[in-house]
């Protein structure tokens, strides 16, 4: 596999094909904060009826780093050091995944977030720190 790149790495987010498999789109990412929905859809189901639980958990580490490159004015990238999950309800309809930076320094940023239902009801949460790399070429 080669890196994705774009001439503006704002876009990069698009051209992810595993992103583009799951057709998750980006609402926003900026000032260290990042928004992502994604429909539910048979493809992407669980036994019981809802979003599958890899599903939910890519969406919440997807948003963590862009927060977290987003925080950082997309000079960088940045990858999963760790991950800490909690599931609370199905999954169903419309998810959307809030995610923003809680601190960071030049090497590591500190992130939480959360995944909530059309209802509003929050159905998983997570917190992970992210580590800054250098933008592929």
């Known amino acids: 596999m080669k890196p994705v790149t774009a001439a503006d790495p704002r876009t990069v987010f698009g051209q992810v094909p595993f992103m583009q498999l799951l057709d998750v789109q980006r609402e926003f990412s900026e000032g260290g904060r990042a928004r992502l929905v994604i429909d539910e859809r048979p493809e992407i189901g669980n036994v019981i009826g809802g979003v599958h639980g890899g599903v939910v958990i890519t ?3 997807v948003v963590m780093a862009s927060a977290a490159v987003s925080q950082v004015a997309f000079t960088r990238t940045a990858v999963t050091l760790d991950l800490a ?9 419309r998810l959307t995944a809030d995610g923003e930076v809680v601190t960071h320094d030049e090497s590591v ?12 009801r929050t159905i998983a949460q997570a ?8 933008l592929p070429s």
């Open 85 to 93: 999950t909690s599931f609370l309800e199905p999954g169903r309809g």
């Open 127 to 134: 917190q992970g720190t992210f580590r800054y790399l250098p």
């Open 109 to 120: 940023a500190w992130c939480r977030a959360a995944v909530t239902d059309a209802a509003g």
């Open 59 to 61: 969406l919440l580490d």
